[in-house]
């Protein structure tokens, strides 16, 4: 007789089972990293990328864009430019929108003491709160 080789179906239970206790185990720690990466991406946007796309603008033109203008000014020249401006852009080559598919709000002047303007994000819920990251924040 030949002895047959192979899993039993308890020994597969017991890799089923302990596969699903590793997963218990690891998916609470993995949980809300997402929502960490889309604040960090946020933040980097606010500081670095689109704060670099306002500073170049300022540079051209001698101020930076009106409220009004908002964001659109440096993908695309606003018509209302004051004398002596010199647009070289676009300055940023995409619409600016936060990792929650939301635009990025500006206000110029600022609001908050020790800013040229403000920029932030409304957050993951999409409504001004608490949970804003705006470049006026450490």
Do not use: C
Request: aromatic share 8%.
């Amino acid at each position: 007789m030949r002895a047959k080789s192979g899993f039993t179906l308890i020994e597969l239970m017991l890799v089923v089972i302990i596969l699903g206790v590793l997963a218990a185990m690891v998916m609470p720690r993995l949980s809300g990293r997402s929502e960490q990466a889309k604040v960090a991406v946020a933040k980097t946007d606010i500081s670095a990328n689109i704060a670099t796309a306002l500073d170049l603008y300022e540079l051209d033109n001698g101020r930076y864009p009106t409220t009004e203008q908002g964001l659109a000014a440096l993908s695309t020249k606003p018509g209302d430019l004051s004398e002596g401006a010199n647009w070289n852009g676009p300055y940023i080559k995409k619409e600016s929108q936060d990792p929650w598919n939301k635009e990025y709000q500006y206000k110029y002047p600022a609001t908050h003491e020790g800013q040229d303007y403000d920029l932030y994000s409304l957050g993951p819920d999409g409504i001004e709160s608490e949970d804003d990251i705006g470049n006026w924040q450490k």
